[in-house]
């Protein structure tokens, strides 16, 4: 029943990239944002990434800044998540994710919180 889809996860070595896709057609209007979100193994879920579907506006944490870059395809209702130079602690499951905008006025997303809807997730494992 997933609007959600995540596709693109597997095994690389560090320092090498990955390309995440997200198929969101359902949520390809300006009410919504999309994040990626992702989940090391015993560890809490942490955000990374939004874009919002209106402005194509983006946020990074910290922890991925300068590395990963996420973009959308209104068109096509797909958003992806680019993901070079890759660390071992990248290592986990990641999550799109769609939340509705409740402040009409604003022009950007937020890293993490409430999310209305999620995907089933892509696993991601960089090791040597």
């Known amino acids: 029943q997933s609007q959600l889809v995540e596709t693109g996860g597997g095994s690389v070595q560090p320092g090498g990239s990955l390309r995440l896709s997200c198929a969101a057609s359902?949520?390809?209007?300006?009410?919504?944002?999309i994040a990626w979100f992702r989940q090391a193994p015993g560890k809490e879920r942490e955000g990374i990434s939004c874009?919002?579907?209106?402005?194509?506006?983006?946020k990074y944490a910290d922890s991925v800044k300068g590395r990963f870059a996420i973009s959308k395809d209104n068109a096509e209702g797909t958003v992806h998540l680019q993901m070079n130079t890759l660390k071992p602690e990248d290592t986990g499951t990641y999550y799109c994710?769609?939340?509705?905008?409740?402040?009409?006025?604003?022009?950007?997303?937020?890293?993490?919180?409430?999310?209305?809807?999620w995907g089933k997730g892509t696993p991601v494992t960089v090791s040597s």
């Open positions: 994710a769609a939340r509705r905008r409740t402040n009409v006025f604003s022009r950007t997303c937020e890293i993490g919180g409430d999310m209305d809807f």
């Open positions: 874009i919002t579907v209106r402005d194509g506006n983006t």
């Open positions: 359902r949520f390809m209007s300006n009410t919504w944002n």
